[in-house]
Each structure stands twice: as C-alpha cells, then as structure tokens.
C-alpha cells in the first residue's frame, strides 16, 4: 500500500517538531484538513467526502495520512481543527446532523459519548482487538463494546536526571532519601516535581495513591469499573493520602508545583525527579537534559498504578459516508503495524498495536519507558459520571497536601462525589 511507504518517509519533519498534546487523555486538563473553527462559533462540516474533528494538535499530524487515504479511494477528505471544547461541540453537531464522520479523541469521552448516542460501536474480530495492547482494548471498551480504534497510549511516568542519579529508585522511600540528600547538599532545590497546585492534579497524583495503597473506584468481575464502589473514603485511601501528606510534610510535595512550572524546574536541573508524560519531552530535549524514563515507584509493598488515557478513533453514529469511515478508523489506520508506528511516532506516543509498540522501544528509550510504564497502570474511567469526580478529587487531594485532615476531607469529598454521580444518573 502506497501509505507505507511515503507517510512512514515524511513524518520524520512532523515528529521532529515535537507535536505532543499538552496534558494526558485521561487527564480531566486534556488537551486532545486544516480549517479550525473558533470557539465562540459553531463549527461548519467541512464540504468534503469524509470529515474528520480533532484538536488542533491532532490535526497537524493527521493531514498527511488523511490526504493519503483521499488519494487512494478517490475521495476528498477533511481534516478540522475544533477550537474549544471539542467533545461537547461534537455532541451538539452530531445531534443537530452537523457533525463529522470521524472524532479523534481520549477514551474518558467515551461514555458520555455513548450517553449522548454520538458514537457507533464497532464490529471488530478477535484477530483484530488481538494486536492491540491490552490496556487500550480495555479502554476503549464500554458496556461491553469496543466504540474505538486505539492508536496511541498515554499515561506519567518517572523522569529521573541521570547525571544526578544513575540508580533507578525501587521505592518512593528510596526516591525521597536521594533527592533529600541532593537537597542537603544544595545541588537541587526539591526533591520531586509533581504538579499539584492550588486546585490540586489528581491525575499526576493517581501513581502515588495507588502506590500507598489506595484506590478511587472498585471493579467489576470483568475487570471493568464500578461507579457504585468509591472508595476514596476507604480505610486504604485515608491511609494512602496520609502517607501522601507526610511526603508534603518533608516537603517533597508542594502546591506552588503546577502544571506551568513542574517540567522546568526539572529541565533547568532544579530537581532530580519529576512525575510527568510525553509531552515534557519536548522541552527536555531542547534543554539538551540526560535523562531516562522509568515507571513510578511505589511506597514499600505498594504497587503505582497511574491512569492510562488511550487516543483513539471513533465512528459517528450520524456518519454521511460510514463505509468509508470504517474503512479508514479499522483498516488504514487501525492495526497495520506501518501506518500504526508511523502514525504515534508522529504523535509522540507509544503505539497501541502491540507490534509497532515492540518496534518502537527498540530504538527509542522515551516510548519504551512510557510504554513500560502505561503496562501496569489502569484505564481511565470511561463512565459518564466521571466528569463530576475530578474536581472534588483534586481539590480534596490539594488540601491533604497543603495540611487538612486527611479522614474528614476525603470523608467531604466522597460525600460530594457521590451525591453529584446520583444527579447525573
């Protein structure tokens, strides 16, 4: 196929320019051909056989395959920028008719998607979901059915400064006791960078819980999450948040880190540790930092377990052209190890085909690290209640940190968490 030869050639420009999405797809800050649609405005369908949304961030780097797959089936395809909030704008066009064939975007939206009958489920064959790496089967699937073709996998990881430390820290203890010394010794000013703020960032924060022994929901038989079984009130995550606050007492965990100043604190040499993703390696590199990328530690005993965000594809339910929909989301970029590799390299993330994956880590340390990671993670909840869950999570996990009672203000979030999943239910 003509696509395997000329994307794979030319998308070295487009990796080399570091398009990474700022923040995580599962993250509730995500940020997830060519005409971009103000805000302000409704957006137009493109006239063109095939549309295609995305963010602008995506688009720069889906316009060549786009264009590829135009030429080979004779078609005009489109690409558009959505500018905003492109989910909910999605969700109002395609029930209006307005909308695309296609939506790209993370898996937490995958739900509410589902919820506002925005997304077709696919019919893909056991042969085909057996390429893909198991954790984005897994979260592209909701009730039961795939609604999703993943392409890349995205999740934090432990950036550690080698020239600082060579060693790989085997615990969150350990990880405390070298920076501390660094710090002693006035070569760095904090230990770790981890954006918290004063909202707090319960996506940075998720490894760390996990890794306390703390858990947000519980699961199902099937592995799938139970919205019924929060457990951000259990004795384990009051346990875990206190081990967490204890770190915030050495002062390891900070509110003045936040998402504007955690990557360059550690890019400028300030801290040997930082919790971050993909998307800081950009500036990594343009720092000229040695570093290497390792999953994070978790407390003695305890495993870290961060969230894994999955960009997919997605077919609309009100799609003009599904044929050709299906073909492109299944066929073209779907599990052909070429296109896939091609296509998350451009993206700056680990693939989701398990083979292109393996490829991958074999000659980039950053994805293997990533990839490495993402492995024991656990998907992002998909539930469409999971929208009124970050903010009382995030600000309740700030407040641990900047000294609150970790039982009473876990107690007050779990509370709240719950009644506002009964409202929207």
């Known amino acids: 196929m003509r696509h395997r030869t000329h994307l794979v050639s030319g998308l070295a420009v487009i990796a080399a320019v570091g398009l990474l999405a700022t923040g995580c797809s599962s993250s509730p800050t995500t940020a997830p051909a060519e005409s971009a649609a103000e805000s302000t405005e409704a957006p137009v369908r493109a006239d063109a056989d095939l549309v295609i949304w995305t963010s602008q961030e995506q688009a720069t780097m889906l316009k060549p395959f786009a264009a590829t797959f135009g030429e080979e089936n004779g078609i005009s395809v489109e690409v558009q920028a959505i500018s905003g909030e492109l989910r909910a704008t999605y969700v109002t066009a395609t029930n209006s008719g307005k909308g695309p064939d296609i939506l790209v975007t993370a898996s937490d939206a995958i739900g509410n998607l589902v919820q506002n009958d ?106 799938t999450y139970n919205p019924d079984d929060l457990g951000l009130d259990s004795p384990e995550s009051i346990a875990a948040m206190t081990k967490v606050q204890e770190l915030a007492n050495q002062g390891v965990l900070t509110t003045s880190i936040d998402a504007d100043n955690s990557i360059s604190l550690f890019a400028e040499g300030k801290t040997p540790f930082m919790v971050s993703g993909g998307w800081a390696i950009e500036a990594l590199t343009e720092a000229g930092l040695n570093y290497e990328i390792t999953a994070v530690p978790g407390f003695t005993g305890g495993t870290a377990k961060p969230f894994v965000g999955v960009q997919g594809m997605y077919i609309s339910a009100k799609a003009t052209n599904k044929s050709f929909a299906q073909e492109f989301v299944t066929n073209f970029i779907g599990s052909d190890v070429d296109t896939s590799l091609a296509f998350s390299e451009a993206n700056g993330r680990p693939s989701a085909v398990t083979e292109a994956f393996v490829q991958q880590s074999e000659t980039n340390a950053d994805i293997k690290g990533l990839g490495d990671a993402g492995v024991l993670g656990q998907p992002s909840p998909t539930f469409p209640a999971m929208a009124v869950v970050w903010d009382p999570l995030s600000k309740a996990e700030a407040a641990i940190i900047g000294g ?22």
């Open 118 to 223: 925005a997304i077709d489920p696919l019919n893909l064959s056991a042969e085909q979901l057996g390429k893909y790496q198991g954790v984005a089967v897994n979260a592209m699937t909701y009730n039961n059915q795939v609604y999703g073709v993943p392409y890349a996998i995205d999740n934090v990881a432990l950036f550690r400064n080698t020239d600082l430390v060579a060693e790989v820290p085997a615990t969150i203890e350990d990880l405390v006791a070298t920076g501390q010394q660094l710090v002693d010794a006035g070569t760095v000013a904090n230990v770790l960078s981890l954006p918290v703020g004063q909202n707090g960032d319960s996506y940075h924060l998720q490894p760390l819980f996990t890794g306390a022994g703390g858990y947000l929901f519980g699961t199902n038989a099937d592995g």
């Open 404 to 425: 609150a009672d970790p039982t009473t203000t876990l107690q007050g979030a779990a509370a709240t968490i719950r009644q506002q999943i009964a409202d929207a239910n």
